[in-house]
């Protein structure tokens, strides 16, 4: 795996990649900073069972293109969970892993 995420890196980015868990909740999730030449990283969260670091991290460098193609001052980022969207314990799920960025 980590060769994987070197495997991500190149001259613009990712500058950052997290990745957390939650045993409680099976939560398992990342948040990749693509760059933040611009401004501070903005994206959103995907959550699907069968999500990636690379799907993210590539969302992640979609943003950065997006925010700089509109002249926005935002840097690109994305966050993914690896959990059903349609669970019931989605609000959980979600918590958890705003709790455990938090730290």
């Known amino acids: 795996m980590v060769d994987d995420v070197f495997n991500l890196m ?17 939560m398992k999730g990342v948040l990749v900073i693509d760059n ?32 700089a193609g509109v002249d926005l001052f935002y840097g690109g980022a994305k966050a993914g969970i690896q959990a059903d969207p349609q669970s019931p314990y989605k609000e959980e799920i979600l918590r958890a892993f705003v709790r455990r960025l938090s730290n």
């Open 10 to 26: 190149d001259e613009w980015g990712p500058e950052k990649i997290v990745a957390v868990s939650d045993t409680k909740t099976g």
């Open 36 to 67: 933040t030449a611009r401004g501070i990283g903005k994206g959103g969260t995907r959550m699907l069972p069968t999500v990636s670091v690379r799907e993210i991290a590539r969302l992640a460098r979609v943003m950065t293109w997006k925010w």
